[in-house]
Protein backbone atom coordinates (compact mmCIF):
# COMPACT_ATOMS: atom_id res chain seq x y z
CA UNK A 1 0.00 0.00 0.00
CA UNK A 2 1.54 3.41 -1.14
CA UNK A 3 0.28 6.61 0.56
CA UNK A 4 -0.35 10.44 -0.95
CA UNK A 5 0.27 12.87 2.34
CA UNK A 6 -1.85 16.16 1.87
CA UNK A 7 0.15 18.95 3.55
CA UNK A 8 0.26 22.17 0.38
CA UNK A 9 -2.58 24.00 3.08
CA UNK A 10 -1.39 27.36 4.09
CA UNK A 11 -3.51 26.62 7.95
CA UNK A 12 -4.99 30.40 7.33
CA UNK A 13 -7.29 29.58 10.33
CA UNK A 14 -4.08 29.12 12.53
CA UNK A 15 -2.68 32.78 11.94
CA UNK A 16 -0.38 33.55 13.32
CA UNK A 17 1.38 30.90 14.22
CA UNK A 18 1.42 29.70 10.40
CA UNK A 19 2.62 32.99 9.43
CA UNK A 20 6.17 31.88 9.41
CA UNK A 21 5.40 28.03 9.33
CA UNK A 22 3.05 25.58 7.37
CA UNK A 23 0.58 23.62 9.43
CA UNK A 24 2.21 20.80 9.00
CA UNK A 25 5.02 21.97 10.67
CA UNK A 26 3.21 22.96 14.01
CA UNK A 27 4.33 21.13 16.76
CA UNK A 28 2.33 19.01 18.82
CA UNK A 29 4.15 18.23 22.26
CA UNK A 30 7.64 18.11 20.72
CA UNK A 31 7.32 17.27 17.05
CA UNK A 32 5.82 18.38 14.18
CA UNK A 33 1.91 16.84 13.01
CA UNK A 34 3.43 15.72 10.44
CA UNK A 35 6.02 13.60 11.92
CA UNK A 36 3.34 12.04 13.44
CA UNK A 37 1.02 11.46 10.39
CA UNK A 38 4.30 8.93 8.79
CA UNK A 39 4.52 7.57 12.08
CA UNK A 40 1.16 6.45 12.16
CA UNK A 41 1.63 5.63 8.50
CA UNK A 42 4.61 3.01 9.05
CA UNK A 43 3.16 1.96 11.89
CA UNK A 44 0.92 -0.01 9.52
CA UNK A 45 3.13 -0.78 7.25
CA UNK A 46 2.55 2.38 4.55
CA UNK A 47 6.26 3.36 4.04
CA UNK A 48 6.26 4.47 0.11
CA UNK A 49 4.82 8.10 0.72
CA UNK A 50 4.26 10.93 -1.56
CA UNK A 51 3.73 13.87 0.11
CA UNK A 52 2.18 17.54 -1.57
CA UNK A 53 3.38 20.61 -1.23
CA UNK A 54 2.63 23.92 -1.43
CA UNK A 55 2.97 26.72 1.20
CA UNK A 56 6.31 26.98 3.16
CA UNK A 57 7.24 23.54 0.79
CA UNK A 58 11.18 24.02 1.49
CA UNK A 59 10.77 24.11 5.29
CA UNK A 60 9.31 20.29 5.13
CA UNK A 61 11.71 19.06 2.60
CA UNK A 62 14.67 20.19 4.39
CA UNK A 63 12.68 18.52 8.02
CA UNK A 64 12.06 15.59 6.76
CA UNK A 65 14.02 15.16 3.69
CA UNK A 66 14.11 11.87 1.79
CA UNK A 67 12.54 10.09 5.35
CA UNK A 68 15.17 7.50 5.45
CA UNK A 69 15.40 8.77 9.15
CA UNK A 70 11.94 7.89 9.73
CA UNK A 71 12.12 4.76 8.00
CA UNK A 72 9.96 5.51 5.25
CA UNK A 73 10.61 6.61 1.61
CA UNK A 74 9.43 10.24 0.78
CA UNK A 75 9.14 11.80 -2.12
CA UNK A 76 7.44 15.62 -3.03
CA UNK A 77 4.98 16.69 -5.36
CA UNK A 78 5.23 20.40 -4.98
CA UNK A 79 2.16 22.33 -6.49
CA UNK A 80 2.83 26.13 -8.34
CA UNK A 81 -0.79 26.69 -8.00
CA UNK A 82 -3.43 25.13 -5.99
CA UNK A 83 -4.68 21.69 -7.50
CA UNK A 84 -7.73 20.92 -5.09
CA UNK A 85 -7.65 17.79 -2.95
CA UNK A 86 -8.28 15.36 -5.80
CA UNK A 87 -5.84 17.52 -8.51
CA UNK A 88 -3.60 17.23 -5.59
CA UNK A 89 -3.67 13.45 -5.19
CA UNK A 90 -3.21 13.31 -8.83
CA UNK A 91 -0.60 14.83 -9.92
CA UNK A 92 0.89 13.21 -6.26
CA UNK A 93 0.27 9.47 -7.44
CA UNK A 94 1.12 9.41 -11.04
CA UNK A 95 3.02 6.14 -11.09
CA UNK A 96 1.50 4.13 -8.50
CA UNK A 97 0.86 0.73 -9.07
CA UNK A 98 -1.57 -0.30 -6.74
CA UNK A 99 -4.27 1.16 -4.23
CA UNK A 100 -3.28 4.11 -2.24
CA UNK A 101 -4.15 5.66 1.07
CA UNK A 102 -5.12 9.40 1.05
CA UNK A 103 -4.27 11.48 4.50
CA UNK A 104 -4.36 15.03 5.61
CA UNK A 105 -0.61 16.34 6.84
CA UNK A 106 -2.03 18.80 9.02
CA UNK A 107 -4.60 16.25 10.70
CA UNK A 108 -4.08 14.28 14.13
CA UNK A 109 -5.71 10.59 14.76
CA UNK A 110 -4.68 7.29 15.96
CA UNK A 111 -7.08 5.15 13.59
CA UNK A 112 -6.53 2.20 12.73
CA UNK A 113 -5.60 2.28 9.11
CA UNK A 114 -5.24 -1.29 8.75
CA UNK A 115 -8.59 -1.88 9.72
CA UNK A 116 -9.36 0.73 7.05
CA UNK A 117 -7.25 -0.83 4.61
CA UNK A 118 -9.45 -4.55 5.36
CA UNK A 119 -12.59 -3.23 5.16
CA UNK A 120 -11.58 -0.95 1.74
CA UNK A 121 -10.56 -4.67 -0.04
CA UNK A 122 -14.25 -6.39 1.51
CA UNK A 123 -16.26 -4.26 -0.72
CA UNK A 124 -14.23 -3.66 -3.78
CA UNK A 125 -15.40 -0.54 -5.12
CA UNK A 126 -13.53 2.50 -6.09
CA UNK A 127 -13.24 4.18 -2.42
CA UNK A 128 -13.68 3.82 1.27
CA UNK A 129 -13.49 7.02 3.48
CA UNK A 130 -12.60 7.08 6.83
CA UNK A 131 -15.69 8.55 8.88
CA UNK A 132 -15.81 9.70 12.33
CA UNK A 133 -18.65 11.46 14.25
CA UNK A 134 -18.39 15.06 15.77
CA UNK A 135 -20.54 17.24 17.82
CA UNK A 136 -20.91 20.58 15.83
CA UNK A 137 -21.21 18.89 11.58
CA UNK A 138 -22.19 22.08 10.07
CA UNK A 139 -17.86 22.36 9.90
CA UNK A 140 -17.43 18.80 7.64
CA UNK A 141 -18.74 16.70 5.01
CA UNK A 142 -21.56 15.29 6.21
CA UNK A 143 -22.47 11.51 5.11
CA UNK A 144 -25.95 9.43 5.31
CA UNK A 145 -24.65 5.72 5.05
CA UNK A 146 -26.86 2.19 4.65
CA UNK A 147 -26.16 -0.70 7.08
CA UNK A 148 -22.86 -2.36 5.17
CA UNK A 149 -21.68 1.55 5.15
CA UNK A 150 -22.04 2.48 1.35
CA UNK A 151 -22.68 6.05 0.96
CA UNK A 152 -25.90 7.20 0.07
CA UNK A 153 -25.67 10.82 0.27
CA UNK A 154 -22.98 13.64 0.67
CA UNK A 155 -24.02 17.48 2.34
CA UNK A 156 -20.83 19.68 2.32
CA UNK A 157 -20.91 21.62 5.32
CA UNK A 158 -24.73 21.79 6.18
CA UNK A 159 -26.84 24.48 7.90
CA UNK A 160 -29.79 22.39 8.39
CA UNK A 161 -28.87 18.88 10.40
CA UNK A 162 -28.92 15.97 8.44
CA UNK A 163 -26.59 13.89 10.45
CA UNK A 164 -23.21 14.14 12.11
CA UNK A 165 -21.02 11.18 10.76
CA UNK A 166 -18.36 13.57 8.55
CA UNK A 167 -15.16 12.70 6.25
CA UNK A 168 -11.85 13.07 7.72
CA UNK A 169 -9.93 13.25 4.89
CA UNK A 170 -8.88 10.01 5.13
CA UNK A 171 -9.52 7.77 2.02
CA UNK A 172 -8.65 4.53 0.22
CA UNK A 173 -8.37 4.36 -3.50
CA UNK A 174 -8.33 1.81 -6.28
CA UNK A 175 -5.53 2.92 -8.21
CA UNK A 176 -8.26 3.48 -10.93
CA UNK A 177 -9.68 6.40 -9.59
CA UNK A 178 -6.81 8.16 -11.02
CA UNK A 179 -8.45 8.00 -14.20
CA UNK A 180 -11.81 9.90 -13.42
CA UNK A 181 -9.59 13.00 -12.01
CA UNK A 182 -9.84 15.31 -14.74
CA UNK A 183 -6.41 17.52 -15.22
CA UNK A 184 -6.22 21.14 -13.21
CA UNK A 185 -8.13 21.87 -9.81
CA UNK A 186 -10.33 19.62 -8.52
CA UNK A 187 -12.28 18.32 -5.30
CA UNK A 188 -13.12 14.84 -4.34
CA UNK A 189 -16.37 15.92 -2.61
CA UNK A 190 -17.25 18.60 -5.55
CA UNK A 191 -16.09 17.05 -8.44
CA UNK A 192 -15.29 13.31 -8.43
CA UNK A 193 -17.18 11.76 -5.85
CA UNK A 194 -20.54 12.67 -7.28
CA UNK A 195 -19.30 10.61 -10.72
CA UNK A 196 -18.86 7.76 -9.18
CA UNK A 197 -22.55 6.92 -7.06
CA UNK A 198 -22.27 3.78 -6.00
CA UNK A 199 -18.59 3.32 -5.86
CA UNK A 200 -18.19 5.02 -2.40
CA UNK A 201 -18.07 3.51 1.27
CA UNK A 202 -17.13 4.77 4.46
CA UNK A 203 -15.99 3.25 7.78
CA UNK A 204 -17.15 5.11 11.14
CA UNK A 205 -12.95 5.05 12.51
CA UNK A 206 -12.89 4.39 16.36
CA UNK A 207 -10.26 6.62 18.15
CA UNK A 208 -9.28 10.27 18.03
CA UNK A 209 -9.57 12.65 14.74
CA UNK A 210 -8.70 16.37 15.22
CA UNK A 211 -8.30 18.67 12.35
CA UNK A 212 -6.66 21.12 13.95
CA UNK A 213 -9.04 24.14 12.15
CA UNK A 214 -8.72 26.47 14.77
CA UNK A 215 -6.38 28.08 17.53
CA UNK A 216 -8.89 26.31 20.30
CA UNK A 217 -8.89 22.82 18.64
CA UNK A 218 -5.23 23.03 18.18
CA UNK A 219 -4.25 23.71 21.70
CA UNK A 220 -6.97 21.08 22.29
CA UNK A 221 -5.07 18.32 20.40
CA UNK A 222 -1.79 19.14 22.32
CA UNK A 223 -3.46 19.01 25.39
CA UNK A 224 -5.07 14.97 24.14
CA UNK A 225 -1.44 13.91 23.36
CA UNK A 226 -0.14 15.42 26.12
CA UNK A 227 -2.43 13.54 28.49
CA UNK A 228 -2.04 10.69 26.59
CA UNK A 229 1.50 10.48 27.42
CA UNK A 230 1.26 10.74 31.22
CA UNK A 231 -1.13 8.73 31.51
CA UNK A 232 0.62 5.88 29.30
CA UNK A 233 3.97 6.76 31.92
CA UNK A 234 1.82 5.37 34.77
Do not use: C
Request: aromatic share 10%; glycine share 10%.
Amino acid sequence: MQAVIMAGGKGTRLAPLTDHAPKPMMPILDKPILAYVIELLKKHGVTDISVTLGYMANQIIEAFGDGKELGVRLRYSVEKEPLGTAGSVKNAARGFEEDFLVISGDAYTDFDLTDLIEFHKSHGKLATIAATKVENPSEYGVMLLNSAGKVRAFFEKPQAPVGNIVSTGIYVFKKEILKKIPSGFQDFARNVFPKIPGQIYAKVMRGYWSDIGTLLSYYGTNYHVAENVVLASK
